[in-house]
Nanobody, 115 residues
Framework: QVQFVESGGGLVQAGGSLRLSCVVSGITFSNYGMAWYRQALGKEREQVAGITPSSVVINYADSVKGRFTISRDNAKNTVYLQMNSLKPDDTAVYYC????????WGQGTQVTVSS
């Protein structure tokens, strides 16, 4: 059974940085495209960044382009999200999952950006 365990969230001031990590187990990680998603209070979950199995193709939501960087380490079954120049609008619970998500989600990690 696949499991996603996100970590690295926290409280940060606007303009600050955070690095999120997600360890994935229960699959052959290097076979799967991965993505980071976020869900703000009262809003739909949205994909903010995606990456193909060998990191050849990477995509970002317009709202985070130039500020967020997704990467992965297939040897560690881990996908990362480096978030710079954070804004209060980035406040949300952040999740990792497949680029085309099916099945259950992890617990996510809370990111709160104060103004």
């Amino acid at each position: 059974q696949v499991q996603f365990v996100e970590s690295g969230g926290g409280l940060v001031q606007a303009g600050g940085s955070l690095r999120l990590s997600c360890v994935v187990s229960g699959i052959t990680f290097s076979n799967y495209g991965m993505a980071w998603y976020r869900q703000a209070l009262g809003k739909e979950r949205e994909q903010v960044a995606g990456i193909t199995p060998s990191s050849v193709v990477i995509n970002y939501a317009d709202s985070v382009k130039g500020r967020f960087t997704i990467s992965r380490d297939n040897a560690k079954n881990t996908v990362y999200l480096q978030m710079n120049s954070l804004k209060p609008d980035d406040t949300a619970v952040y999740y990792c999952h497949f680029r085309y998500p099916t099945g259950s989600w992890g617990q996510g990690t809370q990111v709160t950006v104060s103004s």
